[in-house]
């Protein structure tokens, strides 16, 4: 594996969190790369080095906690969906300013979308439309149903200051679950 540069590392970092502080403040639209430059105390030409634009970054972004959230949210041995859950509202609160503006923020729009398809995929794995409380449905609609009430769940949590610890959040969410799949 080839050892990566810190610079390279901390460089994308400022830039990253620059950008995720102006998509607080302000419109997405809005948003320059020469305003994420000066906010991350670089030169343009090094917020083009890394990435090809605005949108690059964004997606960039998006995929890298979707991912991240993934590998944390999994574990090697089995978990059950309250302790499953409680990885994942970890990782949202270790997260909060990322996740709060892109479910808040007019300007990434598709971030809803691509976190509501990302939690299809994986409520897909644990459907089971053959037999008890889902038998004779359809898994489309179940998993449809499942990822957007988490994602709802997970929106007005964040929104609302995180109102509830993670634990606490986790089993409510968790026994929900739990029912529906």
Known sequence: ???VDRRI?????????AFLEMMSEKNFDSITIQDIADRANVNRATVYLHYLDKF???????EEHITNMSEFCESETELDW???????????ENNYLFFSTMLASEGARYFRSRF???NIEEFKKDVDITKGKNLGQS????VEFVANAYVGVVEWWLKNGMPYPPQ?????????????L
């Open 116 to 118: 509501v398809l990302h």
């Open 139 to 142: 898994e489309d609609i179940v």
């Open 82 to 92: 309250i302790e499953s859950t409680v990885h994942c509202m970890e990782y949202l």
């Open 9 to 17: 590392v901390r460089t994308q970092g400022a830039i990253k969190k």
């Open 168 to 180: 606490e959040m986790a089993e409510k969410v968790g026994k929900l679950l739990e029912r529906n």
């Open 56 to 62: 690059d970054l964004l997606d960039k972004i998006m």
């Open 1 to 3: 594996m080839a050892k």
